[in-house]
């Protein structure tokens, strides 16, 4: 069974940084890819970034995202890392780490969420 913890959360003024982690357990990840949504207060939940744990790593970034975030994975520690930058207060949101096999379009693992609060 996959379990996803996330990690890093907080409260950080606009124009600042934080780096969310999702620690990764349950099975072997080689063939998944990771993602991170968001989620905020009455909208849809919302692409973040994903990236494909295979050696090569490719990365894939939601639109809105422009450079600020990136995400990356440490393969020793299982864990996958969002960095985010130049923090706006509408990235105010809980953000949640998920996974999906590469072979499947849909995530079916998901953690518990961590929250983000961007102050003005």
């Known amino acids: 069974q996959v379990q996803l913890v996330e990690s890093g959360g907080g409260l950080v003024q606009a124009g600042g940084s934080l780096r969310l982690s999702c620690a990764a357990s349950?099975?072997?990840?080689?063939?998944?890819?990771m993602g991170w949504f968001r989620q905020a207060p009455g909208k849809e939940r919302e692409f973040v970034a994903a990236?494909?744990?295979?050696?090569?790593?490719?990365?894939y970034y939601g639109d809105f995202v422009k450079g600020r975030f990136t995400i990356s994975r440490d393969n020793a520690k299982n864990t996958v890392y969002l960095q985010m930058n130049s923090l706006k207060p509408e990235d105010t949101a809980v953000y949640y780490c998920?996974?999906?096999?590469?072979?499947?379009?849909?995530?079916?693992?998901w953690g518990q969420g961590t929250q983000v609060t961007v102050s003005s």
């Open positions: 998920a996974a999906r096999p590469l072979s499947d379009s849909w995530y079916d693992s």
């Open positions: 349950g099975r072997t990840f080689s063939s998944y890819v």
């Open positions: 990236i494909n744990w295979r050696s090569g790593g490719s990365t």
